[in-house]
Nanobody, 115 residues
Framework: VQLVESGGGLVQPGGSLRLSCAAS????????MSWYRQAPGKERELVAF????????DYADSVKGRFTISRDNAKNTVYLQMNSLKSEDSAVYYC?????????WGKGTLVTVSS
């Protein structure tokens, strides 16, 4: 089982990034997917959630209207489009796959928002 995040990097405030998480080794379409983030000295927090069909999403209040989660079950990939980035969005972003029985995590990708 693997979840591999990519797309992180350094971006200026107000900029955009698109994170990807490629899944393998399990039936991707049977898992709800989420993005979490963890900033230094802070607890890991849920950023965005998408159900198995991609028909339902939910977001942390701090990112609503700026971030969009989506998935492509044919490509076994979940995305996080991040717009209007702020310095407080800087964190390691993790991909999570979950169903009733199992819970998988990626190793994370670093996002730094700074001028």
């Amino acid at each position: 089982v693997q979840l591999v995040e990519s797309g992180g990097g350094l971006v200026q405030p107000g900029g955009s990034l698109r994170l990807s998480c490629a899944a393998s080794g399990f039936t991707f379409s049977s898992y709800a997917m989420s993005w979490y983030r963890q900033a230094p000295g802070k607890e890991r927090e849920l950023v965005a959630f998408i159900n198995i069909f991609g028909s339902s999403t939910d977001y942390a209040d701090s990112v609503k209207g700026r971030f969009t989660i989506s998935r492509d079950n044919a490509k076994n990939t979940v995305y996080l489009q991040m717009n209007s980035l702020k310095s407080e969005d800087s964190a390691v972003y993790y991909c999570n796959a979950i169903n009733r029985l199992m819970d998988y995590w990626g190793k994370g990708t670093l996002v730094t928002v700074s001028s």
